[in-house]
């Protein structure tokens, strides 16, 4: 019963205290505009992510519009390439190894003469007060990834482009709509977040897959060692790649164990984590239609 109760009002604060602007805006037709193609060529944007299924997503998009991009796989590589370039925009993954987005931000703040770039943060699965930590470390706003095209397209308007549209925070992010979809993965919901381009989407996917069995390993030794750190670590990652690749299951399945753990609360690490391997599992084993052009497994 207490497990219930927990997971009810886990679910309540984070609508509550992390999603609440975001879901004020209902009007926000996220997916307008996807297929309109801009001419951002005289912009520089920097991508930092641990994640390659998100950092590939977001580079992606970001060409569509013939943007230069730059992408960083970690904190300190983000710095390197701030210090040698300057940036219009960056958006940083909040959760990395080493030194996260919090503290990158801030050295970037010091080493950036001159203009300053628009610092967007970017979280799989914000906390509560997320939001104002972002801003208090020299972030302009936050976004709950994955980001799709119409989403980026109304970040860059405002923040860079200055058009007057909604605020950044009233952006509404596709994921936030109920799917209806089969839950272990379907490419409609894929192609949400790839501007409609479904052969992005069976792309991301596959990535994600190729990853599964390294994760299903890491997890299961987490558990085996009931380190919750390590555990945290790896259902976040799975939970950001999982987000844009059309597998709610898992996606669902991983944000669980990552909230639980967030929150303090005791668990059952093997029986709350048997479900998470089990989706992995799910996903992996996924039959891929030979029309889609991946063939079958």
């Excluded at 037709?29 to 951002?40: G, L, Y």
């Excluded at 299951?249 to 479900?275: G, M, R, V, Y």
Aim: glycine share 4%; aromatic share 4%; charged share 25%.
């Amino acid at each position: 019963m207490r497990l219930v109760e927990n997971r009810d009002l886990i679910k309540k604060k984070l609508i509550n205290t992390i999603n609440r602007d975001n879901l004020e805006s209902d009007n926000v037709n996220a997916n307008e505009n996807i297929n309109d193609i801009f001419d951002w060529s005289n912009l520089n944007i920097m991508v930092v992510d641990d994640n390659e299924v998100n950092l590939r997503l977001a580079e992606i998009i970001l060409h569509k519009h013939k943007a230069k991009v730059t992408t960083a796989r970690s904190g300190m590589q983000a710095i390197d390439q701030a210090a040698l370039n300057s940036f219009d925009i960056i958006f940083m993954d909040l959760h990395m190894p080493g030194i996260d987005g919090h503290q990158t931000t801030q050295r970037i703040r010091e080493i950036s003469s001159g203009k300053q770039p628009v610092i967007v943060a970017l979280t799989a699965n914000a906390m509560p007060n997320e939001k104002d930590k972002v801003i208090r470390s020299g972030m302009n706003g936050i976004l709950i990834k994955p980001v799709s095209d119409a989403i980026l397209q109304k970040v860059i308007n405002q923040w860079v482009l200055k058009r007057p549209i909604s605020p950044l925070e009233n952006i509404s992010n596709s994921s936030k709509k109920e799917l209806n979809d089969d839950a272990i993965f379907s490419i409609e919901a894929a192609k949400e977040f790839t501007g409609n381009n479904e052969t992005l989407a069976y792309e991301l996917f596959n990535m994600l897959r190729a990853e599964l069995t390294k994760y299903s390993q890491d997890i299961s030794a987490a558990i085996q060692n009931n380190d919750l750190e390590e555990l945290r670590n790896q259902a976040h990652r799975l939970h950001g790649s999982s987000r844009c690749c059309g597998t709610r299951e898992l996606k669902e399945a991983s944000s669980h164990i990552e909230n639980l753990i967030n929150q303090k609360i005791d668990f059952d690490i093997k029986k709350e984590s048997t479900l998470l391997l089990t989706a992995i599992k799910n996903v992996a084993d996924y039959k891929m239609d030979s029309k889609n052009g991946s063939g079958s497994d």
